[in-house]
C-alpha cells in the first residue's frame, strides 16, 4: 500500500510539473513579470536653478507663440518636433529675426499656445530646451514658472523684471 502511494504522489508531481513546463514555455504562465515597451520617446532631463540656467545653459529667454510644427523622425528614428517660433518678447539674450526654429524630441509644444521658454542655441537661430524646467505655457495671462530660484505665477511684466532683477545680482557676483 505505501508502494502505491508513493507511486500515485510521484506522478501527480510528474504530470503538474510536466502542464506548468508547457505552459512557461509556451509564455501562457509568466514567473517574471516582463517590463512593458513604449514606442513613445522619452528623456531624463538635467534640472538647473535659474543662477546655472542665466549664466552658463540659456542663450535667450523669451515669451514666443508657436507658428507651425512639423513632425519627423530624428536621430535613431526618434520623433522631432520642429517648430516655428513666433518670438513675442526677448527677456534675455539676442535674436537676429523675429522667428526662430525650435527642436525637441519629447513633451511636444502646441500650435497656437504661448510659452516662457529657456532656451539654449544649437546652430544659427536654431534652439532647444536645457532642461526639464525650461518651460512655461501661457495660461490665462500668467506664467507657471518652475525653474529653482524664480519659481511663482508670474504675467509677462512680473516676469521680466524678476528675471533682470536676478541677472544683475548674478553679474555683480
Known sequence: ???????ITLTAFFIVGTILLTNISNNSVSLVKQPRLSTEASADWPV??????ITEKADLVAFVTVESQQVTKGKNEL???????????????????????????VDFIKEGESYLLFLKRVDDGIYVRPDANSISVEQNGTYEVKVKGIEGSYT??????????????FKAK
Open 48 to 53: 538647473y536653478n535659474a543662477e546655472t540656467l
Open 79 to 105: 520623433p522631432l518636433a520642429i517648430s516655428k517660433l513666433k518670438v513675442d518678447n526677448v527677456v534675455y539674450g539676442d535674436i537676429t529675426s523675429d522667428t526662430i526654429e525650435y527642436h525637441q524630441n
Open 1 to 7: 500500500m505505501k508502494k502505491v502511494t508513493i507511486f
Open 156 to 169: 509677462k511684466d512680473n516676469f521680466t523684471n524678476a528675471f533682470n532683477t536676478l541677472v544683475k545680482q
